[in-house]
């Protein structure tokens, strides 16, 4: 696999405070990543730096593949957040205008907008001018515009987070085509949307990259083994899982197998090291004490686990 | 930078300023200006007197202007009003489309900086040249109508030396566009720098004949005919020249510096 772009230690500052603390990644050709994190963790900003909007205070930006003398921005296709067009421009007019603006010729350029305006669904209303388009339409038609030359890299910053479920699910759906077609990075802060789309994740915190790497090797790696039980509104039973929360940091042969207890009213959520053990343990406790529980569940941790635990720390 | 993409920002600005009236009415006032100073110059005396207020029996006694006069009054006209007008269009110029957000949309394409710059002076140049000679040549067109012809080559001099004043004072708009967010400000501190130097030249126009607005001055002369080429003509022209190129540079560098505002 070939490597696209590499990200070294990049790093913005605003005045004294400190957005981007050296972020360092890379992506792969044809992969699709998602820069994952809390709203203020520094995704917006160094997605800025990427397409040269925002000029980083230290760090460098690599593109592989770029011939000498070639703009970096020629390579790349973006879309902000919530786009802003010309509202006097038709959605053909502006598809076209991006085209040319990238070095296409009349006719190419006239051509590929057409495409890509069927693709995106805006053929009915490409002849209509900006200003009467509604979110999600302007999400596509900046989908359209950014996909116009062919970049090799798509980027995207928040690009379904401004709209209602409808607008949402469109957006989703192209973007799972286009993934096939070239490399695409995204920011959100939605960890499902990342699940749903990416092969790589990087989630950043503060500025800084918490985690990374591709999506079913932190599942696999971080992935812990649960139990969750539920018990009933039983005062015996509620004292009980009180005091076994206690006993489990004091007793030893407890604390070898379980690693956390979380009790949340009549919910018990266990991360246990070893699943035999915790569960023999926990099933003879339960039968001993005549615990009344409605569920017991035995599983693994999921990624939002993982997501809010990084995140949250 | 490359002249083709140069060439579809251009298009752009001039779709724009179709598409918002701008390339209909600002010649349309332009014209209006250029025919009423002729109109209200030949028609004075009789306004005068339909205004009735003045005493019985007073004789009224206007020497009737040379044609020359009367454009000299139009270009005074079009330095207010018109250049109000022209700097209220286009006082969001760049800061409109940043503070959008539409031009980090553009910014992001391999565009130069210079090229957006320049795109957005190419369409106010050639607005502001054309309106001025839609509206100058209107009034041309009354004088000669009206009191006399004025010889071709001094109603094209002053044009000219008007249109380099109009297009100094277009330049600082932008660049005060691309300095500033707001719109309002970038246009009234471009008509603030006008008055300014404007005064300047009324209150020592011998040391300030080097500055942009005493081409007013020598714009007045050319069209009345008693123009003589002095050293500070060929220094005023040269300073403009200079200044405007440098107005273009620094606001393609402040672009640079901060693409996106938002």
């Known amino acids: 696999m070939k490597e696209l772009l590499q990200v070294n230690g990049l790093v913005k500052a605003f005045g004294q405070a400190q957005a981007v603390k050296g972020i360092s990644f890379h992506i792969q050709e044809g992969r699709c990543t998602a820069l994952l994190g809390p709203n203020g963790a520094g995704k917006t900003t160094t997605i800025r730096m990427l397409t040269g909007l925002l000029k980083p205070t230290a760090g460098s930006i690599q593109f592989h593949g770029l011939r000498a003398g070639e703009d970096r921005r020629s390579l790349l296709g973006y879309l902000p957040q919530s786009p802003a067009f010309h509202n006097w421009m038709s959605g053909m007019e502006y598809v076209v205008y991006a085209g040319r603006l990238c070095g296409l010729s009349p006719a190419e350029a006239k051509q590929r907008a057409k495409e890509l305006l069927e693709r995106v669904g805006l053929a009915e209303a490409a002849k209509r001018r900006i200003g009467g388009y509604s979110g999600g339409m302007k999400q596509r038609l900046g989908l359209a515009q950014a996909l116009v030359h062919r970049p090799k890299l798509l980027v995207m910053d928040e690009p379904v987070s401004a709209l209602d479920p409808i607008g949402r699910r469109e957006v989703l759906g192209l973007l799972k085509e286009l993934k096939s077609e070239t490399t695409v990075l995204f920011s959100t802060h939605v960890l499902h949307d990342a699940e749903e789309l990416c092969d790589d994740v990087i989630i950043i915190r503060s500025g800084q990259v918490a985690l990374q790497g591709a999506l079913p090797q932190i599942r696999s790696e971080h992935r812990r083994p649960i139990i969750e039980l539920k018990l009933e509104e039983h005062a015996p039973s509620l004292e009980w899982a009180a005091g076994f929360e206690q006993r489990t940091s004091a007793d030893e042969r407890l604390s070898a197998t379980i690693e956390e207890i979380e009790r949340q009213g009549t919910m018990l959520r266990l991360t246990v090291k070893d699943m035999d053990k915790a569960r023999q343990a926990l099933t003879e406790e339960l039968a001993k004490e005549k615990v009344r529980f409605s569920r017991l569940e035995a599983g693994y941790s999921s990624l939002e686990d993982l997501f809010m635990k990084v995140v949250g720390e | ?262």
């Open chain 2, 1 to 262: 930078m490359s002249a083709v993409k140069l060439m579809t920002l251009v298009r752009k600005e001039w779709l724009e300023q179709l598409r918002s009236f701008k390339l209909i009415w600002i010649p349309l006032v332009f014209a209006l200006l250029g025919i009423m100073q002729p109109l209200t110059n030949y028609y004075m005396p009789v306004i005068i007197e339909k205004a009735g207020n003045m005493p019985e029996g007073a004789v009224i006694e206007m020497p009737v202007p040379s044609g020359a006069e009367v454009l000299a009054g139009t270009l005074s006209q079009f330095g207010m009003i018109g250049l109000l007008i022209l700097a209220l269009a286009f006082m969001g110029a760049v800061s409109g489309d940043r503070n959008s957000g539409a031009a980090s949309l553009v910014l992001v394409k391999p565009v130069s900086f210079l090229s957006f710059i320049l795109s957005k002076w190419l369409g106010m140049m050639t607005l502001l040249w054309g309106a001025l000679l839609i509206g100058y040549a209107a009034s041309w067109y009354y004088t000669w109508l009206l009191f006399e012809t004025v010889d071709f080559a001094p109603f094209l001099l002053s044009y000219v030396l008007y249109g380099l004043w109009f297009t100094f004072i277009l330049t600082a708009v932008l660049l005060f566009s691309t300095l500033l967010r707001s719109a309002a400000g970038a246009a009234f501190s471009a008509l603030g720098l006008a008055l300014l130097l404007t005064a300047l030249s009324g209150i020592a126009p011998k040391y300030m004949g080097w500055s942009p607005s005493s081409l007013t001055g020598f714009a007045y002369e050319a069209v009345q005919g008693g123009f003589d080429a002095s050293a500070s003509f060929g220094w005023s022209i040269g300073v403009t020249i200079l200044l405007i190129a440098a107005g273009i540079a620094g606001s393609s560098a402040l672009l640079r510096r901060q693409p996106a505002l938002d």
